[in-house]
C-alpha cells in the first residue's frame, strides 16, 4: 500500500499542475492506478513527465519538443494504451518517439528518420517511429521506389539498397505496415507475359476502365509510350495484365491503391443507371434478390420473408436504384446491374414494297321492250340482264311519260324504239363497256428502333366509308332531312417490327406489314374499293443483308354471260337475247427488307448522313427549276451542315446540282 500511496499522492499532484484527473479502479482482486486523460492546453514536457511515471519509460525531450496539448477522455487506460495515446498524440503535434535501448528520444518528426529507431522484423503498430528493412524476392526494388514514395508523408524516409534488392523505410509504423502489405501483394513471381491479379474490395470490370482511361490519356502526353492490356475477368472478380514487365509493375501498384475498401454509412448504396430504366431494373434485381434468399434457406424462406433481408427502390427522378442489403449481396445485385445496364444496339430497318395492278373489265349486252296499251297489256315483252345496271323498263316508263331521261348506266348506249298511244310500241337499248385501271406503288418505308424494343410507322390517309344512310321527314310532308352515317378508317402502309440481335451478325426480326390501298376501277360498285396485302412473319437475315419477306402474283380471269335460253344460242340473232361481261385482274406485289446493326454512335450518323444528303440533293434539283407563278419565292431546302451530323463520308452536296433520276429507287439498298 506504500506504493499505491506514493502513485497517489505523485498523481494528485500533478493532477493540480496541468488537470489531470487519477482515477483508481479495482482489478482482479489487485489495486492498480488506471488514468482517464481529460488534457486542456496542458504543456507537453508536464505531460511526458506524467506517462514516464506512469509507464516506468525513460525520456529524453529535444529542446524543440514544446507547445500545448489537449485530449480528452472518457474511459480509463492502461498503461500500455496511455502509451499508445502519447504516441499519437505527439505525431499529431509533429514529433516522433524514436526507442534506443532504454531510452526514448522525443525529437522533432523531420530528424527522426537521422536519428533512427526500432530496426526488427518484428510487426510493430500504432504511431511509433520504426526503420524496417524489407527484402525483395521477384521485382527491382528500385523501380518500387517512385510507386511507394507518395505514399511515404515528407518526414519519412524510403531507398533502396541495389545490392541486396531491399527496400529501407522509415516512418510511423502504421505508415510501415500499410507500405509491407501493398509490397506484398506486389512482389509476386511472373511466369509470363500475362499475370492474374485478384481483387477482394473493387470491381474489376470499374479498375479497368479507370486504368485504361488513364492509359488513354498518357498517350495523349506520350504518343511513343507503351501501351499494356488490361482485362476483367468479372467470374473471379481479377485483372489480367500483359505488357512490359515494368509497366505492369506500375499498375499492379495501382490495382492494390484501388482495391481498397469503401466507407460507406450502413449497408445502403445508390447506384446510377446509364441506359436501363430504374423502374424496370427494380423487377430484375427484386426476383435476383429473392432467389439469393431462398438459395441460402434451401427454398424454407417465403417470398414475403425473404424482402426482409433486402429493400431495393427505383428513382425515377434521377433513374437510379437504392439499394439497402448485405455486403456479399450487393456486390451480386451491383454485377447485375453492370451486365444488364448497357448501350442497346439500334437497328435501321429499310423495307421495299412493289405492287403494280392492272384491272380490265370488258361488257357488251341487248336489253329490249315491246308492249301495247290497245291490249291493255303492258309490256308484251322483255329481255332485261342484271348486270346491265338500270332496268330499261324504267327507262321506258320515263320516255312515254313525256319526262327527261337520264340513265345511270355507264358505257357507250345506242337506243332506238317507238312510242304509241294506239299501236305496238317498242325500244331497244345496246351497251358497250370497256374499262381498265392500273397501279403503280413503291413503298419504302424505314424505321429505327433499339434491339428487343418493337417499332410501329404508319402511313397513309383517313378515308371516310359510307355505312348507312335513311332520309327523315319532318312535320311538312315536302320537307325531308337526308342524313348518311360515315366511318373513317385508315389507308396506307403500317409496319410493326420487333427486332432481336444475334450472337454473329444475324438478326431476328419479327414483322407484321400491312398495305391498304383503294381500287383504281370500280365498276357497278356501291362505294369505294379498297385492296390490302398483309405479312406476318419471322425471318433471320444477317446484317446489312437483304431479304424477301414474301410475293403475291395474281392473273384472274372471269367471264360471265347472261342469255334467254334457246334464243341467247340462236347464231346472229341470239346476240339480242345476251349479256356478256369479262373481268381480268393482274396483281403483282413483292415486299424486300434489309436489317442494318447500328451499334455505335458513328453507325448512326452515318446512317443519317446518307438519307440527309439525299433528301437535300433531291430538294436542290426541284428548287433548282424555281417556283411556278412566283419567281420572287424559292422552294424549302434542307441546312447544308446541319448541327451534330458530320459528312465524311458522304459530303453534302455544293456547286452544281446534278439530276436525280428515279429518287426513291437510288436511296434503296446501297451497300457500301
Do not use: C, W
Given at each position: 500500500m506504500g506504493q499505491t500511496g506514493k502513485n497517489g499522492a505523485l498523481a494528485s499532484r500533478f493532477w493540480k499542475k496541468t488537470g489531470i484527473i487519477v482515477v483508481l479502479c479495482l482489478l482482479s482482486g489487485w489495486v492498480q492506478a488506471a488514468i482517464t486523460l481529460n488534457l486542456k492546453d496542458a504543456e507537453i514536457g508536464a505531460v511526458v513527465e506524467m506517462v514516464s511515471k506512469e509507464t516506468g519509460k525513460n525520456f529524453v525531450v529535444d529542446p524543440r519538443v514544446k507547445g500545448k496539448v489537449?485530449?480528452?477522455?472518457?474511459?480509463?487506460?492502461?498503461?500500455?494504451?496511455?502509451?499508445?495515446?502519447?504516441?499519437?498524440?505527439?505525431?499529431?503535434?509533429?514529433?516522433?518517439?524514436?526507442e534506443s535501448g532504454d531510452v526514448i528520444k522525443i525529437v522533432p518528426a523531420a530528424n527522426a528518420k537521422h536519428i533512427g529507431g526500432n530496426v526488427s522484423s518484428e510487426v510493430v503498430t500504432g504511431d511509433a517511429h520504426v526503420t524496417r528493412v524489407v527484402q525483395i524476392k521477384n521485382v527491382s526494388g528500385a523501380q518500387l521506389v517512385p510507386i511507394l514514395r507518395p505514399l511515404v508523408p515528407p518526414q519519412g524516409h524510403l531507398a533502396a539498397h541495389a545490392q541486396s534488392n531491399s527496400l529501407i523505410i522509415s516512418s510511423r509504423a502504421s505508415?510501415?505496415?500499410r507500405l509491407l502489405s501493398i509490397i506484398k501483394r506486389i512482389d509476386l513471381p511472373s511466369s509470363g507475359a500475362i499475370e492474374i491479379v485478384p481483387?477482394?474490395?473493387?470491381?474489376?470490370?470499374?479498375?479497368?476502365?479507370?486504368?485504361?482511361?488513364?492509359?488513354?490519356?498518357?498517350?495523349?502526353?506520350?504518343?511513343?509510350?507503351?501501351?499494356?492490356?488490361?482485362?476483367?475477368?468479372?467470374?473471379?472478380?481479377?485483372?489480367?495484365?500483359?505488357g512490359d514487365p515494368a509497366e505492369r509493375l506500375r499498375l499492379r501498384a495501382l490495382i492494390t491503391h484501388l482495391d481498397s475498401p469503401t466507407e460507406n454509412i450502413g449497408n445502403t448504396h445508390v447506384i446510377y443507371l446509364k441506359f436501363a430504366k430504374a423502374k424496370e431494373m427494380l423487377t430484375v434485381l427484386t426476383g435476383v434478390a429473392e432467389g439469393q434468399v431462398k438459395g441460402?434457406?434451401?427454398?424454407?424462406?417465403?417470398?414475403?420473408?425473404?424482402?426482409?433481408?433486402?429493400?431495393?427502390?427505383?428513382?425515377?427522378?434521377?433513374?437510379?436504384?437504392?439499394?439497402?442489403?448485405?455486403?456479399?449481396?450487393?456486390?451480386?445485385?451491383?454485377?447485375?446491374?453492370?451486365?444488364?445496364?448497357?448501350?442497346?444496339?439500334?437497328?435501321?430497318?429499310?423495307?421495299?414494297?412493289?405492287e403494280v395492278q392492272m384491272d380490265k373489265t370488258a361488257e357488251l349486252g341487248v336489253q329490249w321492250i315491246v308492249g301495247s296499251k290497245g291490249s291493255g297489256v303492258a309490256p308484251v315483252g322483255v329481255v332485261n340482264f342484271g348486270g346491265s345496271g338500270s332496268s330499261i323498263v324504267g327507262l321506258a316508263a320515263a320516255a312515254a311519260s313525256g319526262g327527261t331521261v337520264v340513265p345511270s348506266i355507264q358505257g357507250a348506249l345506242f337506243g332506238a324504239g317507238r312510242v304509241s298511244d294506239n299501236g305496238v310500241s317498242f325500244a331497244a337499248l345496246i351497251r358497250a363497256l370497256d374499262g381498265s385501271g392500273a397501279s403503280n406503288v413503291l413503298s419504302t418505308p424505314n424505321i429505327v428502333t433499339l434491339?428487343?424494343?418493337?417499332?410501329?410507322?404508319?402511313?397513309?390517309?383517313?378515308?371516310?366509308?359510307?355505312?348507312?344512310?335513311?332520309?327523315?321527314?319532318?312535320?311538312?310532308?315536302?320537307?325531308?332531312?337526308?342524313?348518311q352515317t360515315i366511318k373513317r378508317e385508315n389507308v396506307g402502309l403500317t409496319?410493326?417490327?420487333?427486332?432481336?440481335?444475334?450472337?454473329?451478325?444475324?438478326?431476328?426480326?419479327?414483322?407484321?406489314?400491312?398495305?391498304?390501298?383503294?381500287?383504281?376501277?370500280?365498276?357497278?360498285?356501291?362505294?369505294?374499293?379498297?385492296?390490302?396485302?398483309?405479312?406476318?412473319?419471322?425471318?433471320?437475315?444477317?446484317?446489312?443483308?437483304m431479304i424477301v419477306l414474301g410475293g403475291l402474283i395474281k392473273d384472274e380471269l372471269i367471264e360471265s354471260e347472261q342469255k334467254v335460253p334457246l334464243l341467247g344460242d340462236i347464231p346472229l340473232l341470239g346476240a339480242l337475247f345476251r349479256h356478256k361481261q369479262t373481268t381480268k385482274l393482274k396483281t403483282n406485289l413483292m415486299v424486300f427488307l434489309k436489317p442494318t446493326v447500328l451499334r455505335t454512335s458513328n453507325d448512326s450518323v452515318q446512317a443519317t448522313n446518307e438519307k440527309y444528303n439525299t433528301i437535300r440533293q433531291y430538294q436542290m434539283q426541284h428548287g433548282s427549276r424555281g417556283v411556278g407563278l412566283m419567281p420572287e419565292e424559292t422552294a424549302p431546302l434542307l441546312k447544308e451542315d446541319e448541327p451534330g451530323l458530320r459528312y465524311q463520308n458522304n459530303p453534302a452536296p455544293t456547286g452544281k446540282v446534278e439530276k436525280v433520276d428515279n429518287f426513291l429507287e437510288s436511296d434503296i439498298f446501297v451497300d457500301g
Open positions: 489537449t485530449v480528452i477522455s472518457s474511459h480509463p487506460m492502461e498503461k500500455e494504451q496511455l502509451y499508445e495515446v502519447f504516441l499519437s498524440l505527439l505525431d499529431v503535434h509533429g514529433f516522433a518517439a524514436i505508415t510501415v505496415e481483387l477482394q474490395h473493387a470491381s474489376a470490370t470499374e479498375v479497368v476502365r479507370v486504368l485504361t482511361s488513364l492509359q488513354q490519356q498518357g498517350r495523349k502526353a506520350d504518343p511513343q509510350a507503351t501501351a499494356s492490356t488490361l482485362v476483367a475477368d468479372e467470374r473471379t472478380n481479377s485483372i489480367l495484365l500483359g441460402k434457406s434451401g427454398g424454407k424462406t417465403p417470398a414475403a420473408a425473404a424482402k426482409n433481408n433486402f429493400q431495393i427502390q427505383a428513382d425515377e427522378s434521377t433513374n437510379a436504384l437504392v439499394i439497402t442489403a448485405s455486403p456479399e449481396m450487393f456486390r451480386s445485385l451491383r454485377s447485375v446491374i453492370q451486365k444488364l445496364d448497357i448501350r442497346r444496339a439500334q437497328v435501321l430497318i429499310e423495307a421495299v414494297i412493289a434491339d428487343n424494343q418493337e417499332a410501329e410507322i404508319v402511313v397513309g390517309q383517313t378515308v371516310p366509308f359510307l355505312t348507312g344512310s335513311y332520309t327523315s321527314t319532318g312535320a311538312s310532308s315536302s320537307a325531308t332531312n337526308p342524313f409496319l410493326k417490327v420487333l427486332p432481336q440481335i444475334n450472337a454473329g451478325n444475324s438478326v431476328k426480326l419479327d414483322i407484321e406489314q400491312k398495305v391498304d390501298s383503294l381500287a383504281a376501277s370500280a365498276v357497278n360498285a356501291a362505294d369505294i374499293i379498297t385492296n390490302t396485302r398483309s405479312f406476318k412473319t419471322s425471318v433471320i437475315v444477317d446484317d446489312g443483308k
